[in-house]
């Protein structure tokens, strides 16, 4: 089954099937294994002989490479090889499919950068070979070190609708605000690593990877090999938040290394070297303003915005991209550009765009509530409008409104005091904040192979990777319901690319673009089974192994006739995605307890209701959401890149330096998912989750900050030292 989605699908097969797995709160079936240690990692395969690869990195900031001191290093116990092979050096940026700049291996870009890799018989060797070796450098300094104040250049096509000034003059309420967001980085829980193995000329590469299909063509561009000779197996992946959507140092490395030693190769990334390599987040200055006329309408908003990368690096944090969608306002300028710095190469780190955009648009319109006088629920609910600005095309779905007012009831919203400096318990002010959540929703292009074997249980297979979100679980249920087949009697495999292109993990649209292609296959399959009952595909109900229909009940097994039945399913995106503007929703609500001496913020609770098109599992998609939160609540709170601007150095380059939020942090996150379904969005009319949750909700904290303490904060994240 093969094809683009053009048309809306309003009466959808999942809700009329009976196995009572859709939607259904699973555990993931990896879950045993992950606990007990026994799904291995990248770095946990051992395969016979392998060797231990370290990289050296860069000790300045900018400059060349002018001697690498080999010699001294191969004479140390145990050293295999020094390679500093100019093909290893691909920065690690994502989705280029073989497209990436590949770097002059002796040009130094950024302090940190790998410029070479040591290989020895042990870890331990290679590592003691990799800091004993000598490199002299010659430095320069052409690129700056810091964004701040630097001209720029587009980074993104802008948005110019009307005129903003004159709205931003006639207006009768107006906020014009500048805030600032400083770095992140992904922080996955499993470093990046590779295990490289050749057998003649292929060769099977072990790793962490988001995007198998693309990973495969970037790793054989940048061995100059053709993309048949590479099989990259990820099975289990710790963690990726866009920084595995690429392929990294470690697997070009590798793979080099273990060609020219005739054995397989392990390079594992220590934590600073994640940090120090690996796409962060960028930092960003942006300046909103927005207009709101005498009714209280949206006349005018601008969003414009600086980000930064190293010098032709294509990628633009692009933190105007709800604004484009979200609220109404016809006179519009929203633009992004690029400042050039030396800092490790910016990506995409979970929901890149709104996870920063949202967050000041919305600081920014709590803001507008509070001068115009309204309840800030009310100024958004009055600013949706009904077809996208400037594009005039109508949403797919938007639980919007749904959200706000089911959220705010939850959480007790009308107990929040409308000004500032109203509760006190202590040393501590109280307050309560409202944002809204809104991340972009793609389908992409996606493959799965599904097979009914004779014995009646099934087989899922696909390259889709699983990040920890719940992959397995959400592609078994759904050919588990589409073909009446127990849970417990469904196999999803994952992760190898010799299976068929699943869509991949990013952008939230694994579950609906992989999920579509599995609900394409399973469609195929039932469309046999009635053929072989001889009945009307709309009469066959599948049930537990049975196929029912015109009042007949067969065993599926018997219809199989001792075979297997086998389809590949395959979408791509079609009409659907070019005639609806398609985004997930959702509301954060937050209390907060600020220190009346210290300004130290504690959060009390928070809860985000959610509505993303069908819950394909509420335990994931739960989990999904309260991640994201915890995301929101570091940017709010304590998350930022630190460097030093005299030689560029990343100085928080680990878990202990760079505060993610703990346990202690969150006492208290609720969940509401919202009962949807979005039919334009993919065949199964789900949407994505993973990176929604993030979405606004660091302006839910700021917001309640502002409703405890009266100070309003304009650069995250809010540490003492800023509130103060
Ligand atoms: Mo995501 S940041 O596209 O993994």
């Given at each position: 089954m093969f094809g683009t989605y053009d048309i809306p699908d309003q009466r959808n097969l999942l809700d009329r099937t009976r196995q009572g797995l859709i939607g259904a709160p699973l555990e993931r079936p990896e879950s045993g294994l992950k606990v007990c240690g026994v799904a291995p990692y990248a770095a946990e395969h051992h395969p016979p002989n392998c060797a231990e690869g370290v990289l050296v990195t860069a000790t300045i900031p900018q400059g060349r490479v002018i001697a690498l001191h080999k010699d001294e290093v191969l004479a140390m116990p145990g050293v295999l090889g020094v390679f500093a092979d100019k093909r290893m050096l691909r920065r690690p940026a994502q989705g280029t499919a073989g497209k990436a700049p590949v770097q002059d291996v002796r040009a130094v870009e950024y302090h940190g950068q790998p410029i070479a890799l040591v290989v020895a018989e042990t870890f331990e060797q290679a590592t003691h070979a990799a800091k004993a070796l000598r490199v002299e450098y010659e430095a320069?300094?052409?690129?700056?070190?810091?964004?701040?104040?630097?001209?720029?250049?587009?980074?993104?096509?802008?948005?110019?609708?009307?005129?903003?000034?004159?709205?931003?003059?006639?207006?009768?309420?107006?906020?014009?605000?500048?805030?600032?967001?400083?770095?992140?980085?992904?922080?996955?829980?499993?470093?990046?690593?590779?295990?490289?193995?050749?057998?003649?000329?292929?060769?099977?590469?072990?790793?962490?990877?988001?995007?198998?299909?693309?990973?495969?063509?970037?790793?054989?561009?940048?061995?100059?090999?053709?993309?048949?000779?590479?099989?990259?197996?990820?099975?289990?992946?710790?963690?990726?938040?866009?920084?595995?959507?690429?392929?990294?140092?470690?697997?070009?490395?590798?793979?080099?290394?273990?060609?020219?030693?005739?054995?397989?190769?392990?390079?594992?990334?220590?934590?600073?070297?994640?940090?120090?390599?690996?796409?962060?987040?960028?930092?960003?200055?942006?300046?909103?303003?927005?207009?709101?006329?005498?009714?209280?309408?949206?006349?005018?908003?601008?969003?414009?915005?600086?980000?930064?990368?190293?010098?032709?690096?294509?990628?633009?944090?692009?933190?105007?991209?709800?604004?484009?969608?979200?609220?109404?306002?016809?006179?519009?300028?929203?633009?992004?550009?690029?400042?050039?710095?030396?800092?490790?190469?910016?990506?995409?780190?979970?929901?890149?765009?709104?996870?920063?955009?949202?967050?000041?648009?919305?600081?920014?319109?709590?803001?507008?509530?509070?001068?115009?006088?309204?309840?800030?629920?009310?100024?958004?609910?009055?600013?949706?409008?009904?077809?996208?600005?400037?594009?005039?095309?109508?949403?797919?779905?938007?639980?919007?409104?749904?959200?706000?007012?089911?959220?705010?009831?939850?959480?007790?919203?009308?107990?929040?005091?409308?000004?500032?400096?109203?509760?006190?318990?202590?040393?501590?002010?109280?307050?309560?904040?409202?944002?809204?959540?809104?991340?972009?929703?793609?389908?992409?292009?996606?493959?799965?192979?599904?097979?009914?074997?004779?014995?009646?249980?099934?087989?899922?297979?696909?390259?889709?990777?699983?990040?920890?979100?719940?992959?397995?679980?959400?592609?078994?249920?759904?050919?588990g319901e589409m073909l009446g087949v127990p849970i417990a009697r469904v196999t999803v495999e994952l992760g190898d690319s010799s299976l068929p292109s699943g869509a991949g993990s990013g952008g939230s649209f694994g579950a609906s673009s992989t999920g579509s292609a599995v609900f394409r296959a399973c469609e195929a399959i039932r469309d046999k089974l009635a053929h072989r009952l001889g009945v009307p595909i709309e009469a066959l109900e599948l049930r537990d192994g049975m196929a029912i229909a015109s009042g007949r009940e067969v065993a599926v097994i018997e219809l199989l006739r001792g075979e297997a039945m086998e389809e590949i399913g395959r979408i791509k995106p079609g009409k659907t995605d070019k005639d609806y503007a398609q985004a997930s929703y959702g509301a954060f609500f937050c209390e907060v307890a600020v220190n009346a001496f210290t300004a130290e913020t504690r959060l009390r609770r928070m809860l985000g209701a959610f509505g993303f098109g069908r819950v394909l599992n509420a335990r994931t998609a739960r989990s999904q959401c309260l991640g994201g939160m915890v995301w929101g609540i570091g940017s709010a709170l304590t998350e930022e890149l630190g460097f030093d601007l005299r030689d560029g150095q990343m100085t928080n380059h680990d878990l202990a330096g760079y505060h993610v939020p703990c346990h202690a942090d969150i006492p208290a996150l609720e969940v509401i998912l919202l009962e949807e379904r979005d039919a334009p969005a993919s065949p199964i009319q789900a949407k994505g989750v993973g990176e929604l949750a993030i979405c606004g909700a660091a302006a839910a904290v700021a917001n309640a900050i502002y409703n405890a303490c009266g100070v309003r904060m304009h650069d995250f994240p809010m540490t003492p030292a800023r509130l103060l």
């Open positions: 320069s300094a052409t690129v700056p070190l810091d964004p701040e104040g630097l001209e720029t250049e587009p980074g993104r096509k802008p948005v110019v609708l009307g005129d903003l000034d004159q709205a931003m003059a006639e207006a009768a309420h107006s906020v014009d605000l500048t805030f600032t967001t400083e770095g992140h980085a992904s922080a996955a829980m499993e470093p990046h690593a590779s295990v490289a193995e050749w057998q003649g000329d292929d060769l099977t590469l072990w790793g962490s990877f988001q995007m198998i299909s693309h990973n495969v063509k970037e790793l054989a561009d940048s061995l100059r090999i053709a993309p048949r000779h590479v099989r990259i197996r990820s099975a289990y992946v710790g963690g990726g938040f866009g920084s595995k959507l690429g392929i990294s140092h470690d697997a070009v490395a590798a793979a080099i290394a273990a060609r020219e030693l005739g054995r397989p190769v392990r390079v594992v990334l220590s934590r600073q070297q994640v940090f120090d390599t690996i796409t962060r987040r960028s930092e960003t200055g942006q300046r909103l303003r927005l207009a709101l006329d005498a009714g209280g309408y949206l006349a005018g908003i601008g969003h414009e915005a600086w980000v930064s990368n190293l010098p032709d690096e294509p990628f633009a944090e692009p933190v105007t991209q709800a604004t484009e969608f979200l609220y109404s306002g016809e006179n519009r300028k929203l633009a992004v550009n690029l400042a050039r710095i030396s800092r490790v190469t910016s990506g995409s780190v979970r929901a890149p765009g709104e996870a920063v955009g949202m967050q000041v648009l919305e600081a920014a319109m709590d803001e507008l509530a509070e001068k115009a006088g309204f309840d800030p629920i009310e100024l958004r609910k009055r600013n949706l409008p009904s077809s996208q600005p400037g594009k005039d095309r109508p949403y797919s779905s938007r639980m919007l409104i749904e959200a706000l007012d089911q959220g705010a009831r939850a959480f007790g919203w009308q107990d929040r005091k409308p000004r500032p400096c109203m509760t006190r318990e202590g040393e501590w002010w109280l307050g309560m904040g409202v944002a809204s959540a809104a991340r972009v929703n793609m389908l992409r292009p996606a493959a799965a192979r599904v097979r009914l074997e004779p014995d009646g249980s099934l087989r899922v297979q696909s390259d889709q990777t699983d990040i920890g979100t719940g992959s397995y679980a959400i592609l078994g249920q759904i050919a």
